[in-house]
């Protein structure tokens, strides 16, 4: 099977401007995870999706959003970026992520800097 | 929420022995706890898992251990070898890291002198 995959893997932008991360899961995973990875915080949770609905969210402001589609692939937005924004964004899919202890397998990242 | 304390920041140890690294956690619900080992410029790989219903693991020469009481877990490296050098995540969730997400430790670099 072929993994999580990222796209874009760079982005470069500029502060005030937003941007789209696309991710499609592993095939048959239908959640699937978003967090955000900087030297300073380390992996921090976003949000997660599951048959399209956003069923918990980490502690990150509203210009953090995400979506997912009815083919499980997802994308999060960010808006008005800051420069605190740069990371490496990555996300997680599960085949349900619920109670049970689904792992999670990440994809490569979007590594995304904000000048 | 979850909180995740991991340590040390950074451990280096000598080719053909073990390294040790430990994690506590806050919530006493968390009952999933996987380790994930990220090389520069890759993703977090699992390489090793465990549930509240057990206290250790192996496979190979990873073991992880779980004491949940203290509410603390370690990851056991035995017979060390240049490609363990990495960055190593412990994490914590409850639901199995879906709808509640994972809660990750700060990470440790791992390097494996020769």
């Known amino acids: 099977k072929a993994g999580v995959t990222q796209t874009p893997r760079y982005l470069i932008k500029t502060r005030g401007q937003q941007v789209t991360l696309s991710c499609s899961p592993i095939?048959?995973?239908?959640?699937v995870s978003w967090y955000q990875q900087t030297p300073g915080q380390g992996l921090q949770f976003l949000f997660e999706y599951f048959s399209e609905t956003q069923r918990n969210k980490g502690n990150f402001p509203g210009r953090f959003s995400g979506r997912q589609f009815s083919n499980s692939r997802s994308e999060m937005n960010v808006s008005t970026l800051e420069l605190g924004d740069s990371a490496l964004y990555l996300c997680a899919s599960s085949l349900v992520g619920l109670a049970g202890s689904e792992t999670q397998y990440f994809g490569p990242g979007t590594r995304l800097l904000v000048l | 929420g979850e909180n995740v304390e991991q340590h040390p920041s950074t451990l280096s140890v000598q080719e053909g022995d073990s390294a040790v690294i430990k994690c506590t956690y806050s919530?006493?619900?968390?009952?999933?706890f996987p380790w994930y080992k990220q090389e520069l410029g890759k993703r977090p790989q699992l390489i090793i898992d465990?549930?509240?219903?057990?206290g250790e693991k192996k496979d190979q020469r990873i073991a992880v251990t779980l004491n949940k009481t203290a509410k603390h877990f370690s990851l056991h490296i035995t017979e060390t070898q240049p490609e363990d050098s990495a960055v190593y995540f412990c994490a914590a969730s409850i639901s199995g890291g879906g709808a509640d997400g994972l809660t990750f430790g700060k990470g440790t670099h791992l390097i494996i002198q020769p």
């Open positions: 919530d006493s619900a968390s009952n999933y």
């Open positions: 465990i549930r509240s219903n057990v």
């Open positions: 095939s048959g995973h239908r959640s």
